[in-house]
C-alpha cells in the first residue's frame, strides 16, 4: 500500500511539473530541434584582398532544457575573395565551400526573446579549388610560364552571440552576429617549359559574421 502511494505521488508530481512548463510556454524547450540559418561574412587580411561570403547552414540538435543544446551541423558557403598570387597577381575567386561542424549552444536567459551564445567548432572543405591563372610573363626566367593555384580545406571554427524570438507557433527566429576562422591550404604551382616548381602555403582567414534563421 506505502509502496503504491509513492507511486502515486510521483505521477501527480510529474504530471505538476509538466502542466507548469507548459503553462510556462517552455514546453517546445525540450527534445530536438533543426535549426536553418542564412548568413553573409566578410573581412580583410593579409591573405585575401577583400573576403565576401553568403552561407546557408542546417542543423539538428537536442535540447537539453531551457538553457543547453547540442547537435550537428552541414553548411554550403559561396565565398567571392580577391587574392594576390607570387606577389604580383590579383585575381577574384569564387570558391564552394562545405563545412561541417558541432552545434552548441546556451542560452542566457527565459522568455518571448532570448539572448543566447553560439560556438560550432568542425572542418570545410572546398570543392572548386583549382584555378589557372593564365600566362604570366616572369623576368627571372625570360620568358611567359602559367601559373596555376590549388585550393584544399582546413578547420572550421565560427562562434557569436544572438537573439531568439519565441513565437506562438512551433517556429522560432534568430539573429546573430559572430566572428569566423577558417583555414586553407593553397598549392601554387609555377609550369615552365621543362620544370614545374610547387609552393605550399596555409592560410588562416578571418570573417565577421551575420546570420538570420528560423527552427522547428
Same mark, same amino acid.
Given at each position: 500500500?506505502?509502496?503504491?502511494?509513492?507511486?502515486?505521488?510521483?505521477?501527480?508530481?510529474?504530471?505538476?511539473?509538466?502542466?507548469?512548463?507548459?503553462?510556462?510556454?517552455?514546453?517546445?524547450?525540450?527534445?530536438?530541434?533543426?535549426?536553418?540559418?542564412?548568413?553573409?561574412?566578410?573581412?580583410?587580411?593579409?591573405?585575401?584582398?577583400?573576403?565576401?561570403?553568403?552561407?546557408? *547552414?542546417?542543423?539538428?540538435?537536442?535540447?537539453?532544457?531551457?538553457?543547453?543544446? !547540442?547537435? #550537428? &551541423?552541414? %553548411?554550403? @558557403?559561396?565565398?567571392?575573395?580577391?587574392?594576390?598570387?607570387?606577389?604580383?597577381?590579383?585575381?577574384?575567386?569564387?570558391?564552394?565551400?562545405?563545412?561541417?561542424?558541432?552545434?552548441?549552444?546556451?542560452?542566457?536567459?527565459?522568455?518571448?526573446?532570448?539572448?543566447?551564445?553560439?560556438?560550432?567548432?568542425?572542418?570545410?572543405?572546398?570543392?572548386?579549388?583549382?584555378?589557372?591563372?593564365?600566362?604570366?610573363?616572369?623576368?627571372?626566367?625570360?620568358? *611567359?610560364?602559367?601559373?596555376?593555384?590549388?585550393?584544399?580545406?582546413?578547420?572550421? !571554427?565560427? #562562434? &557569436?552571440? %544572438?537573439? @531568439?524570438?519565441?513565437?506562438?507557433?512551433?517556429?522560432?527566429?534568430?539573429?546573430?552576429?559572430?566572428?569566423?576562422?577558417?583555414?586553407?591550404?593553397?598549392?601554387?604551382?609555377?609550369?615552365?617549359?621543362?620544370?614545374?616548381?610547387?609552393?605550399?602555403?596555409?592560410?588562416?582567414?578571418?570573417?565577421?559574421?551575420?546570420?538570420?534563421?528560423?527552427?522547428?
Amino acid at each position: 500500500m506505502l509502496k503504491l502511494l509513492k507511486i502515486t505521488m510521483a505521477l501527480a508530481t510529474a504530471f505538476m511539473l509538466t502542466e507548469s512548463l507548459q503553462a510556462s510556454g517552455y514546453e517546445s524547450a525540450f527534445g530536438f530541434k533543426n535549426i536553418t540559418e542564412f548568413g553573409y561574412a566578410s573581412w580583410t587580411n593579409s591573405d585575401a584582398l577583400l573576403q565576401n561570403m553568403v552561407t546557408v *547552414s542546417h542543423v539538428s540538435c537536442y535540447r537539453f532544457n531551457s538553457l543547453f543544446s !547540442f547537435g #550537428a &551541423g552541414i %553548411g554550403y @558557403e559561396n565565398n567571392f575573395s580577391a587574392y594576390r598570387y607570387f606577389n604580383q597577381t590579383e585575381k577574384v575567386l569564387n570558391l564552394m565551400q562545405l563545412p561541417f561542424f558541432a552545434d552548441l549552444r546556451i542560452s542566457l536567459d527565459r522568455g518571448p526573446v532570448i539572448p543566447f551564445i553560439f560556438i560550432n567548432p568542425g572542418y570545410h572543405l572546398v570543392l572548386n579549388g583549382e584555378e589557372d591563372l593564365g600566362e604570366i610573363y616572369e623576368l627571372k626566367a625570360a620568358e *611567359s610560364v602559367r601559373k596555376y593555384v590549388e585550393y584544399q580545406g582546413g578547420l572550421y !571554427f565560427n #562562434a &557569436g552571440m %544572438g537573439l @531568439e524570438l519565441r513565437s506562438d507557433s512551433t517556429r522560432d527566429y534568430s539573429i546573430s552576429l559572430g566572428y569566423k576562422f577558417e583555414q586553407q591550404n593553397r598549392t601554387e604551382r609555377t609550369v615552365y617549359d621543362n620544370s614545374i616548381e610547387s609552393a605550399k602555403r596555409k592560410l588562416d582567414l578571418s570573417f565577421y559574421t551575420l546570420k538570420l534563421g528560423f527552427s522547428l
